[in-house]
């Protein structure tokens, strides 16, 4: 069974920064793609950054230059870097990765989502 955990969410004003982290567990081959999410009320969940195995990284127009995804292969984690804040970047947050389980299976895992709040 894999899990990915996220941490890091919180209140924080306009301006501000956060930084969340995902940490994956369990037993697998490795992690292709991993990305992070973002869902609010009444709205469909939608990709903000996606980073590869390799490194290779694409972001939402909205977020770029001012959120930088990073990963940590040795620890099985991935980051999202949230500087300069919005309000409408207010919403849950959710890890997504793609997992190699066997040599020839893949599976996509979410995580449980993790709260994001920017006070105006």
């Known amino acids: 069974q894999v899990q990915l955990v996220e941490s890091g969410g919180g209140l924080v004003q306009a301006g501000g920064s956060l930084r969340l982290s995902c940490a994956a567990s369990g037993a697998f081959v490795s992690i292709r793609d991993m990305a992070w999410y973002r869902q609010v009320p009444g709205k469909e969940r939608d990709l903000v950054a996606r980073?590869?195995?390799?490194?290779?990284?694409t972001y939402t127009d909205s977020v770029k230059g001012r959120f930088t995804i990073s990963r940590d292969n040795a620890k099985r984690t991935a980051y999202l870097q949230m500087n300069s804040l919005k309000s409408e970047d207010t919403a849950v947050y959710y890890c997504n990765a793609v997992v190699l389980t066997t040599l020839t299976t893949q599976y996509n895992y979410w995580g449980q989502g993790t709260q994001v709040t920017v006070s105006s």
């Open positions: 980073i590869s195995s390799a490194g290779t990284t």
